[in-house]
């Protein structure tokens, strides 16, 4: 299932992240990919554990919190602390899967990779390629969003960016661990909740069909959450 989500950041934030970006150390991206990774990585990162990761990573935390469509869609059980990364002329990211384990920093603990989410830092008009490409059982979907909007998809899709052609790419990348480990359940459950919210806004809320609609929404998560 790939959701976009607009308006993940304000354009206030946006501008943030953008300063404490542009003063920021970056680093071979190269540094944080598995074997096969790295053979196609080609972009820069900042340091995972610098001061302006964790600040911006508490940022974006905050504003996955108060966001309802990512909740819907990820069932976040566990959230990664947020990357960041930047593509400038030449670079690209050849096609690779994600790691299906990654450490959590600081707590020697793991996690299952279940949702892959890349947050756009730069607007579509200020650089040429660049597309994110996720292979989806309809094939390769291209996504290259507005800065502040958001994707998420199955960290098991095959997916690469494309070279850039003209201008820089900065995104914010991390993974999250579902309460629903499959994604056609995922997909299930967030249609339904997006079905609920759809028949609240056209009929009362204390609707029968309203509340059977709810109610086996949250009988299915009882059978399927994993917590």
């Not at 030449?90 to 299952?112: L, N, Q």
Request: glycine content about 6%.
């Amino acid at each position: 299932m790939l959701v976009t989500i607009p308006d993940v950041l304000t354009r206030e934030e946006v501008a943030h992240c953008r300063r404490v970006l542009e003063a920021s150390r970056w680093v071979d991206g190269r540094a944080t990919a598995g074997a096969q990774a790295a053979m196609a990585k080609k972009n820069l990162q900042i340091p995972e554990d610098s001061a302006e990761a964790r600040e911006l990573g508490d940022l974006i935390l905050r504003a996955l919190g108060r966001n309802p469509v990512f909740n819907s869609a990820a069932m976040p059980l566990r959230v990664l602390p947020p990357m960041f990364n930047r593509y400038d002329v030449g670079m690209e990211f050849g096609a690779h899967v994600d790691s299906a384990i990654r450490a959590i920093p600081g707590t020697g603990a793991r996690m299952r990779a279940d949702v892959s989410s890349t947050l756009f830092l730069t607007d579509p008009e200020d650089y040429d390629g660049g597309e994110l490409v996720i292979e989806d059982t309809f094939g390769g979907q291209e996504v290259k969003l507005p800065a502040g909007h958001m994707v998420v998809y199955p960290a098991s899709s095959l997916h690469a960016v494309k070279q850039i052609t003209r201008g820089s790419r900065w995104s914010s990348f991390f993974w999250s661990q579902s309460m629903i480990k499959d994604d056609g359940r995922r997909a299930l459950l967030y249609d339904l909740d997006v079905a609920i919210v759809q028949t609240r806004e056209a009929v009362p809320i204390d609707s029968p069909a309203v509340l059977s609609l709810t109610n086996v929404y949250h009988n299915l998560l009882r059978q399927w959450v994993e917590m």
